[in-house]
T-cell receptor
Framework: EADIYQTPRYLVIGTGKKITLECSQT?????MYWYQQDPGMELHLIHY???????EKGDLSSESTVSRIRTEHFPLTLESARPSHTSQYLC???????????????FGQGTRLTVV | AQSVAQPEDQVNVAEGNPLTVKCTYSVSGNPYLFWYVQYPNRGLQFLLK??????LVKGSYGFEAEFNKSQTSFHLKKPSALVSDSALYFCAWGDNAGNMLTFGGGTRLMVKP
C-alpha cells in the first residue's frame, strides 16, 4: 500500500461553496500531482509541484488552485464550487531526480466530488 | 503532440484465457512507459515500467508487457486471466526532462467466468 492519503473520499456540496481537497504523503516525495478523472475514465493533469513553494498548472485548465507549503501536503481548493466541477480527483506523488527519470507515481484513493 | 494511445475502450476475455491490453506510443527519443491498474473506487496502482534493457518487462500480479520499438507498442499481457483482473488499465509515458506522467485514455478489462 502506498502512503498517500486523500480526504474526504466522498463529498457532496452545494453550488458556491468553498472546498479544499486534502492530500498527504509520508514518502518524502518532492513531486506531487492532481489529476481529474472523467466519468468516462480519462485522466487529466490539472496541477503539479516539484517541491515546496512550487506549483504549476497541468494540461487541463482548472478553476482550482493548489499550494505546497510543506513537502508532504498538497491541498486543492475550489473557491466557488459549480456542478461542472463534479468529478473524481486523484492525487499522486513520485520521487524527483533532475536530469533522470522519476520513480513511478503513487496514487491516493481519490475524492469523488459532487456539486449540486 | 507526444502521447500514448489505447485503441480499445473495453476488452472482454474468458477466465483462463490469455489477455492483451494494447498501448501504442508516439514519443520522441527514448520513452519511459508504464502500466497502471485502477480497481473500482480506488486510486491507480503501479503494475510495471519500461525504462531500458530487456523488451519484456514483468510486473505485479503476473502481468508483463513487451516493448516493441518497430511497432511503437507496449502491450500489457497475462497468460491466464482471472475474474479479479477485471479493472481499468492505463498506459502512461514519462521522460527524463521532468515532464509529468501522461496517461492514455484507459481500457476496461472484463474477465468473465
Amino acid at each position: 500500500e502506498a502512503d498517500i492519503y486523500q480526504t474526504p473520499r466522498y463529498l457532496v456540496i452545494g453550488t458556491g461553496k468553498k472546498i479544499t481537497l486534502e492530500c498527504s504523503q509520508t514518502m518524502g516525495h518532492d513531486k506531487m500531482y492532481w489529476y481529474q478523472q472523467d466519468p468516462g475514465m480519462e485522466l487529466h493533469l490539472i496541477h503539479y509541484s516539484y517541491g515546496v513553494n512550487s506549483t504549476e498548472k497541468g494540461d487541463l485548465s482548472s478553476e482550482s488552485t493548489v499550494s505546497r507549503i510543506r513537502t508532504e501536503h498538497f491541498p486543492l481548493t475550489l473557491e466557488s464550487a459549480r456542478p461542472s466541477h463534479t468529478s473524481q480527483y486523484l492525487c499522486a506523488s513520485s520521487e524527483y531526480f533532475p536530469g533522470g527519470m522519476d520513480t513511478e507515481a503513487f496514487f491516493g484513493q481519490g475524492t469523488r466530488l459532487t456539486v449540486v | 503532440a507526444q502521447s500514448v494511445a489505447q485503441p480499445e475502450d473495453q476488452v472482454n476475455v474468458a477466465e483462463g484465457n490469455p489477455l492483451t491490453v494494447k498501448c501504442t506510443y508516439s514519443v520522441s527519443g527514448n520513452p519511459y512507459l508504464f502500466w497502471y491498474v485502477q480497481y473500482p473506487n480506488r486510486g491507480l496502482q503501479f503494475l510495471l515500467k519500461y525504462i531500458t534493457g530487456d523488451n519484456l518487462v514483468k510486473g505485479s500480479y503476473g502481468f508483463e508487457a513487451e516493448f516493441n520499438k518497430s511497432q511503437t507498442s507496449f502491450h500489457l499481457k497475462k497468460p491466464s486471466a482471472l475474474v479479479s483482473d477485471s479493472a481499468l488499465y492505463f498506459c502512461a509515458w514519462g521522460d527524463n526532462a521532468g515532464n509529468m506522467l501522461t496517461f492514455g485514455g484507459g481500457t476496461r478489462l472484463m474477465v468473465k467466468p
